[in-house]
């Protein structure tokens, strides 16, 4: 009987181990990814808006939330408490730093330009204008 239990242990303890590591592979790789891909979205539209005449360079900002602003308030609670990780982050708020953004008609294009394509309202958009190294004194 005794021998039996430690067939089992030597069996049952490495399983443990290899579901362990591949746990910790898995979440560790969507964290990766996840950063990744919110650079990537992020450098890609700095370089489409670079491209708008009179913007000049460009830094974008996300803001994630975890909340899907579909949900109704008496779910969010709810939803507070419970897994939260398994939701995705959407984007709640964008920043944009512009060389350009100092030019009244510029910032309405751009503030346009990314309301239609992100697919969010003006009011979650701050466009401000870029620091110009050689004004400093």
Same mark, same amino acid.
């Given at each position: %009987? ?13 399983? #443990? $181990?290899?579901? *362990? /590591?591949?746990? /910790? ?19 890609? @539209? ?5 491209? /708008?005449?009179?913007?000049?360079? $460009?830094? $974008?900002? *996300? ?13 969010? @609670? ?17 920043? $944009?730093?512009?060389?350009? #953004?100092?030019?009244? #008609? ?11 394509? %992100? ?6 958009? %701050? ?11």
């Amino acid at each position: %009987m005794e021998n039996k239990w430690k067939k089992q242990k030597l069996i049952f303890i490495p399983i #443990a $181990v290899l579901v *362990f /590591i591949a746990y /910790i592979s898995v979440t560790w790789n969507e964290t990766d990814e996840g950063q990744n891909q919110s650079s990537t979205e992020e450098g890609r @539209l700095e370089q489409v808006l670079g491209q /708008i005449q009179g913007v000049g360079q $460009v830094k $974008v900002y *996300f803001h994630y939330d975890n909340q899907n602003p579909k949900e109704n308030d008496s779910d969010s @609670l709810l939803n507070g408490y419970l897994g939260s990780s398994d939701r995705e982050k959407y984007v709640s708020g964008l920043l $944009v730093v512009s060389e350009g #953004a100092s030019n009244p #008609a510029i910032k309405k294009q751009l503030l346009e330009t990314i309301s239609r394509v %992100m697919q969010m309202p003006t009011h979650r958009i %701050m466009i401000v204008p870029m620091e110009n190294k050689g004004d400093e004194q």
